[in-house]
Structure formats: structure tokens, C-alpha cells
């Protein structure tokens, strides 16, 4: 649970950028290596590393080597940026309702 | 409709009966008034509701188009999440629209339904329905583009008129 949890802060804090957002459509439309996003949303190599480093720790995106070029691609819950904040957010809802209900236990008969 | 049930019946329901609508169903062992109270007051929210982080309550109009604003702090930094509600029955259901910060104008509106059940407990039936980008593409492509196009051509006569 508390991992889960994690995972779920990892996504909103993934997905809380407009660029990483646009990195996941991108990516939905087939892969592309790290030079080739960096080229089209105009930023440093480096910087590009950084948002896709952050979209892989959340499970969004893969990357792999295949020979000198590092290769991107939608990762294991293969969701572009609205999907994956609807899945989110259902993820979210989901804790909120066992956190009610763990609430409720906690103060019953307290009321 | 599909339905995947996520626990052991009868507590929790989870169906997708589309990609933009989420349905959840759970059984809670408190009475409705109960349950209210830890939907509506604020205090209580703040103990639920940031899922074991620290939430903010910076905003909270409990009336039908009141705001509401709150902010979940973790380690992976700070989430505001905010809506206004469009109706509220007392005990019985709370409609309010879903936004994060994140995703900005990327509206749900969620429905939250309290039922007592005979045996003492409550039933809580949510439904979130997302305005989606591929909702949004497929009216362009039924009618709504020539609906705009209409709008700017009565815009135009207008302007024209204008001198």
C-alpha cells in the first residue's frame, strides 16, 4: 500500500510537467530515441535525460540501448498523458475510499 | 459494462463501463450520517482524504457553486486539486466538478451517492465523468466545427456591420 502510494505521487509529480506530458503523446505515436525528443521540444540533452529519467522511476515510459542511441517508448501501462491521469486519478479515488474506511473504523463509536 | 471486482465482494466494485467514465462502489460499516460528516466536514476530510499525506483544506464553500481547494503534500512535493459543487442533497449525494493542478482544465465531475443499507451499513456509489481530448476530437468531427465556423461567420456579418 504505502508503496503503491508512492508510485501514484510519482505519476502526478511525472505528469505534473506539460513537457512530460507531451513526451508521453509523442511516444504514443511510435518510439524515439532521447536526441530525438530533445530536438523536437527544443531542449538540452541533458534536460531531455532528466524528464525522461523521471517518466521511467514512474513506470510511464521505458528506455532502451540499441546500440548508441537510447530508445523511448511508452512504458508497461503504456498511457499517453491524459489516459495516465484518468488511470491516476482512479488510483487515487481508489486510496481516498480505503483511507475513508479506515477512517470509520478508527472513530467508531467516538461520534 | 464491464466489472472487475478489485476486493472480495461485497465491499468494493470497480467497473470502466467506458474510458472516460470511472465507476466505484463501496460498502462502508457506518451509518449514512456518519459517512456524511466524514465527507463533508472539513476537520474530518483532512484525515482521509491525502491518502496518509498531509492535506491542506485552503478553500471550502459547502454549498451548491461553492469552491473548494486543497493541497496534498508528499515527498514527491505538492498536488492541488480543486472544484466547485454543482448540487448537493444532504445525506444523500454531492456532484462537484475534479481538477488538478496538473492536468489544468481537464474538468471531471464527480458524483458521490450515500445509501443506508437495512443492515446498518452504507452504500457509496462514485462516478467521475472526464471531458477527454478524443471526446473533444470526435464532436470536431460531428457537426461542432461547422457549428463554430457558423459562429464566426455570424461574427463576421456582425463586425461587418460595425463598419
Known amino acids: 500500500m504505502v508503496q503503491f502510494a508512492t508510485q501514484l505521487d510519482g505519476a502526478?509529480?511525472?505528469?505534473?510537467?506539460?513537457?512530460?506530458?507531451?513526451?508521453?503523446?509523442r511516444l504514443g505515436r511510435g518510439e524515439a530515441s532521447i536526441s530525438d525528443l530533445a530536438t523536437k521540444f527544443e531542449m538540452s540533452l541533458t534536460g531531455m535525460k532528466k524528464h525522461v529519467s523521471i517518466l521511467e522511476d514512474a513506470g510511464l515510459l521505458t528506455t532502451e540501448k540499441v546500440g548508441r542511441v537510447r530508445s523511448c517508448k511508452l512504458g508497461p501501462r503504456r498511457l499517453e498523458g491524459e489516459s495516465a491521469w484518468i488511470s491516476a486519478y482512479q488510483q487515487m479515488l481508489t486510496e481516498q475510499l480505503d483511507h475513508l474506511e479506515a477512517f470509520l473504523e478508527r472513530t467508531k463509536g467516538s461520534e | 459494462m464491464m466489472n472487475t471486482a478489485v476486493t472480495a465482494p461485497p465491499r468494493a466494485v470497480l467497473s470502466t463501463?467506458?474510458?472516460?467514465?470511472?465507476?466505484?462502489?463501496?460498502?462502508?460499516?457506518?451509518?449514512?450520517?456518519?459517512?456524511?460528516?466524514?465527507?463533508?466536514?472539513?476537520?474530518?476530510?483532512?484525515?482521509?482524504?491525502?491518502?496518509?499525506?498531509?492535506?491542506?483544506?485552503?478553500?471550502?464553500e459547502f454549498e451548491r457553486g461553492g469552491h473548494w481547494r486543497y493541497v496534498e503534500h508528499s515527498d514527491h512535493g505538492?498536488?492541488?486539486?480543486?472544484?466547485?459543487?454543482?448540487?448537493?442533497?444532504?445525506?444523500?449525494?454531492?456532484?462537484?466538478?475534479?481538477?488538478?493542478?496538473?492536468?489544468?482544465?481537464?474538468?471531471?465531475?464527480?458524483?458521490?451517492?450515500?445509501?443506508?443499507?437495512?443492515?446498518?451499513?452504507?452504500?457509496?456509489?462514485?462516478?467521475?465523468?472526464?471531458?477527454?481530448?478524443?471526446e473533444r476530437d470526435g464532436m470536431m468531427h460531428s457537426g461542432m466545427e461547422g457549428g463554430a465556423n457558423e459562429s464566426y461567420q455570424a461574427l463576421d456579418r456582425v463586425l461587418a456591420a460595425l463598419g
Open chain 2, 17 to 60: 463501463p467506458s474510458d472516460r467514465e470511472i465507476r466505484m462502489e463501496r460498502i462502508f460499516n457506518a451509518k449514512r450520517e456518519r459517512v456524511w460528516q466524514a465527507l463533508t466536514e472539513p476537520e474530518l476530510i483532512a484525515q482521509w482524504w491525502g491518502r496518509g499525506n498531509r492535506l491542506v483544506i485552503e478553500r471550502y
Open chain 1, 12 to 25: 502526478f509529480a511525472a505528469l505534473s510537467d506539460q513537457t512530460r506530458r507531451g513526451i508521453l503523446e
Open chain 2, 78 to 134: 505538492a498536488h492541488g486539486f480543486e472544484g466547485r459543487y454543482r448540487e448537493i442533497v444532504p445525506f444523500e449525494r454531492i456532484v462537484t466538478s475534479f481538477e488538478w493542478d496538473g492536468m489544468p482544465a481537464h474538468v471531471a465531475i464527480q458524483t458521490m451517492t450515500l445509501e443506508q443499507l437495512a443492515d446498518g451499513r452504507t452504500k457509496l456509489v462514485s462516478i467521475s465523468i472526464f471531458h477527454t481530448v478524443a
